[in-house]
Each structure stands twice: as structure tokens, then as C-alpha cells.
């Protein structure tokens, strides 16, 4: 859903007169689902694409971050001449950062919760005022493996998108087809080791498996979240052309 933008007065930005932004949807924001295994190389790849988009265009963006921590910004970065792209970026954490930093209502964080629709349309038109540059990109979301809700599970992800034109938001459901790994248990015959220090070593295994495993699926949405927002700066490169 594309929502009006405000004009910026002022340096930092207030987005006090978006008042429809309560027009967000589960039915009005399109859903995508993220379900492939996002490599390093594929990242650097599709980030030198956008970038040298960005340069042809003539454009700038920056983004604001909360669940990636600088992901996006971190892999633009990684490419010689992003410089010249990108004007900047914010890690808004929390709540207070999303307010004091971006311009977040604080009515939004508490009506609608820092994982909405709403929250990642005000920071991203929040962060695109703030900084000046053409497009500003937003990502919110619940990373895992806890913080998940019937309403904004695990792998829920809300991706803001900010022009001169205005503001779109797409519902992201990542986390699908994140690598695993499977704990076993070897005995080695010729060591004589007591039946508890096996227990006890099989139990830490199983233990680091368990934390391993969280790791790839937290970093598997992650990493989903950014090939996203890098896609989205690619489609409004060619939308608004």
C-alpha cells in the first residue's frame, strides 16, 4: 500500500500529519515468502548490482535497521563505490531510537508495536527525510527464535520502501529452509570412558547442536531480510524511472 509522503521543513523529520498510515493492513500489504538458503556470495552479488543501479540512476539511499543491526548497510559498504550511494544508516534497536532518531510516533510503537506495517512506513520515510536521500529503505521484524506472536510470528519481517512518491510496505515470512545441523552421538570402542562422562558429552553436543542450529535459522532470516530490501531497492530503481 503506497501512503503520501510529508514534506521535510525541518532537518529532522516529523511525521506527525500521516495520520492514514492506521490504513495498513494484514489484507493491504502484500505478503512474501523468503524460503531459500541466502549465501554470502549471493549477497555481494545482488549488492553490486544495486549499487551500480543506483549509480546509473543517479539516486542515493539509506536505511533504518532493527532487526538486520547494519546488514544492509554493512553488505552496500562491501562494494567498491558505495560511497557514493549510500548517504547513510541507522541500527534503531529500540523503541526510543525509532522515536528519537527517525521520527517514529510514539502512539505507532505503542498502538501497533515496533513489528508492524506502520512502525516500518514511518521509519522509513523517517530516515529518508532525515538524511536526504532518494529512497529509504526500513526492516522490522522477529528475528527468533523467540519474540514471536500469533499475530507476528518467527521469521515475520515488515520491509518499508520510501520515495518522493511515498511509502511502500511488504510483509516478509522468512526463516524457510535455513541449513541444520544434526547432533550424533559416537562411541569410540577403544576408549574406556565411565557410561556418565558419555551422557554428559552427549548432552553438551545435543546442547551446541540445539544452539548452532538457532543460530543459522536467526541468521537464515536475516540474511533473507537483507537479499529482500536489496531486491526492493532494485524494483524502485526500475518502477520510478
Given at each position: 500500500?503506497?501512503?503520501?509522503?510529508?514534506?521535510?521543513?525541518?532537518?529532522?523529520?516529523?511525521?506527525?500529519?500521516?495520520?492514514?498510515?492506521?490504513?495498513?493492513?494484514?489484507?493491504?500489504?502484500?505478503?512474501?515468502?523468503?524460503?531459500?538458503?541466502?549465501?554470502?556470495?549471493?549477497?555481494?552479488?545482488?549488492?553490486?548490482?544495486?549499487?551500480?543501479?543506483?549509480?546509473?540512476?543517479?539516486?542515493?539511499?539509506?536505511?533504518?535497521?532493527?532487526?538486520?543491526?547494519?546488514?544492509?548497510?554493512?553488505?552496500?559498504?562491501?562494494?567498491?563505490?558505495?560511497?557514493?550511494?549510500?548517504?547513510?544508516?541507522?541500527?534503531?534497536?529500540?523503541?526510543?531510537?525509532?522515536?528519537?532518531?527517525?521520527?517514529?510516533?510514539?502512539?505507532?510503537?505503542?498502538?501497533?508495536?515496533?513489528?508492524?506495517?506502520?512502525?516500518?512506513?514511518?521509519?522509513?520515510?523517517?530516515?529518508?527525510?532525515?538524511?536526504?536521500?532518494?529512497?529509504?529503505?526500513?526492516?522490522?521484524?522477529?528475528?527468533?527464535?523467540?519474540?514471536?506472536?500469533?499475530?507476528?510470528?518467527?521469521?515475520?519481517?515488515?520491509l518499508g520502501c520510501a520515495t518522493q512518491n511515498g511509502v511502500d510496505v511488504t510483509r516478509l515470512q522468512c526463516g524457510g529452509h535455513a541449513n541444520k545441523t544434526t547432533s550424533q552421538t559416537t562411541h569410540d570402542p577403544l576408549t574406556d570412558?565411565?557410561?556418565?562422562?558419555?551422557?554428559?558429552?552427549?548432552?553438551?553436543?545435543?546442547?551446541?547442536?540445539?544452539?548452532?542450529?538457532?543460530?543459522?535459522?536467526?541468521?537464515?532470516?536475516?540474511?533473507?531480510?537483507?537479499?529482500?530490501?536489496?531486491?526492493?531497492?532494485?524494483?524502485?530503481?526500475?518502477?520510478?524511472?
Amino acid at each position: 500500500m503506497k501512503i503520501p509522503h510529508t514534506s521535510a521543513n525541518n532537518d529532522f523529520p516529523d511525521l506527525s500529519d500521516l495520520s492514514d498510515f492506521s490504513n495498513l493492513t494484514s489484507e493491504s500489504v502484500p505478503l512474501h515468502v523468503c524460503s531459500e538458503t541466502v549465501t554470502d556470495e549471493s549477497l555481494h552479488t545482488l549488492a553490486a548490482h544495486v549499487v551500480s543501479a543506483l549509480q546509473h540512476a543517479n539516486k542515493t539511499v539509506a536505511t533504518a535497521e532493527s532487526l538486520t543491526g547494519g546488514y544492509i548497510a554493512k553488505t552496500l559498504t562491501d562494494i567498491s563505490g558505495a560511497s557514493a550511494v549510500l548517504e547513510g544508516a541507522v541500527v534503531s534497536y529500540s523503541d526510543r531510537i525509532k522515536h528519537k532518531l527517525l521520527g517514529v510516533q510514539t502512539q505507532t510503537l505503542q498502538t501497533y508495536t515496533a513489528v508492524s506495517a506502520q512502525t516500518a512506513a514511518e521509519m522509513a520515510e523517517g530516515i529518508r527525510l532525515a538524511v536526504g536521500a532518494d529512497i529509504g529503505i526500513s526492516v522490522t521484524g522477529v528475528a527468533g527464535p523467540t519474540g514471536g506472536t500469533a499475530q507476528t510470528p518467527v521469521g515475520c519481517v515488515f520491509l518499508g520502501c520510501a520515495t518522493q512518491n511515498g511509502v511502500d510496505v511488504t510483509r516478509l515470512q522468512c526463516g524457510g529452509h535455513a541449513n541444520k545441523t544434526t547432533s550424533q552421538t559416537t562411541h569410540d570402542p577403544l576408549t574406556d570412558v565411565k557410561e556418565e562422562h558419555l551422557t554428559k558429552a552427549a548432552g553438551e553436543q545435543q546442547t551446541n547442536g540445539i544452539k548452532q542450529n538457532t543460530f543459522l535459522q536467526r541468521d537464515n532470516v536475516r540474511r533473507q531480510t537483507v537479499q529482500a530490501a536489496l531486491q526492493c531497492i532494485l524494483q524502485t530503481l526500475q518502477t520510478t524511472k
